[in-house]
């Protein structure tokens, strides 16, 4: 058993990541940050996705409409990686531009520690795949971006995503044909957005979940149907991604408190409902670091 762990550890999270694609179905929970990560990893799953609608709702208090920057979002992952082990589904948007920004997004989000890193065919500047408004480059176009992708990993275990809203822009058959080219064109999970119904899901699931692992993504109140991941299993989809859910929660929370503050001018009526300090304490670790601390003093 020691050496298994220890086998675990030396494998590359990306790897990690291929063995879960392989394996049963599974939830990649969003995060936005080192602590939502961590968070994620606590509570005991084994991927995590890297939001770039969160990073722009938490880091800029603004829209997913293509406001944040590779850097930005790079910045984020490195953080996250720092602190969290988890294999990391990272949103790339669009490849920040043409095929050649594809080849720095991905060096650079590998490098920063992306296991999978997920591109879709939109314009720029691109928008929330729940927004309406989104325009489309040609499935040519995207298929140069997948091999721009392919051509530029360092780890061959990083998972390329790719990612068509095409069905918002130009229907549904015109989606599941981009999603049939792209898998053509070697990318290693495919992520048709903004399926509308189950009538959907099942199509999808049909003609591509045998030959590759399909991703689902759930937005609270977003344009697709909630499912559970066994209903998504069934529907024969790998991976579902809750993207926002933390923000929301968090959000939500938030505005909860900063009321009961302003209307109490006190927090003890809802310790219930936070962390107090021993307790944030020792999520993020504070008296094992202080511990690793002792054994540098005075040496």
């Known amino acids: 058993p020691a050496a298994a762990r220890q086998g675990d550890e030396l494998m590359s999270h990306a790897r990690r990541l291929r063995q879960l694609l392989a394996g049963d179905p599974f939830i990649a929970p969003g995060c936005y940050d ?144 981009r999603a049939h080219a792209y898998l053509e064109a070697g990318a290693d999970v495919l992520f048709v957005e903004a399926l509308r119904d189950l009538d959907q899901f099942a199509r999808v699931g049909r003609e591509l979940g045998a030959r590759v692992p399909l991703l689902a993504n759930m937005v609270e109140g977003g344009k697709t149907p909630l499912l559970a991941i066994r209903e998504l299993a069934a529907l024969g989809f790998r991976i579902a991604i809750h993207p926002g859910a933390m923000v929301r929660v968090v959000g939500h929370a938030a505005s909860a408190y900063l009321a009961t503050l302003r209307a109490d001018g006190t927090t003890r009526g809802m310790l219930d409902r936070m962390f107090d300090f021993q307790g944030l304490n020792a999520v993020i670790g504070t008296d094992a670091m202080l511990r690793d601390g002792e054994r540098y003093r005075e040496l």
């Open 34 to 177: 080192a602590f939502t990560g961590l968070l994620i990893e606590q509570a005991g799953f084994a991927c995590a996705y890297v939001s770039g609608a969160s990073i722009a709702f938490t880091r800029l208090g603004r829209p997913d409409l293509g406001l944040t920057t590779l850097t930005e979002v790079a910045d984020v992952v490195g953080n996250i990686r720092e602190r969290v082990g988890l294999p990391l589904i990272v949103d790339g948007d669009n490849g920040f531009g043409n095929a050649l920004n594809v080849k720095r997004t991905v060096r650079l989000l590998e490098k920063m520690g992306a296991s999978a890193i997920q591109l879709e065919d939109q314009t720029l500047p691109k928008r929330c795949g729940h927004l309406d408004g989104k325009s489309l480059i040609t499935t040519g176009e995207m298929l140069g971006k997948i091999r721009a992708a392919q051509d530029a990993r360092t780890d061959a275990d990083t998972v390329i995503v790719a990612r068509t809203d095409a069905i918002a822009v130009d229907g549904f058959d015109a989606g599941l044909e």
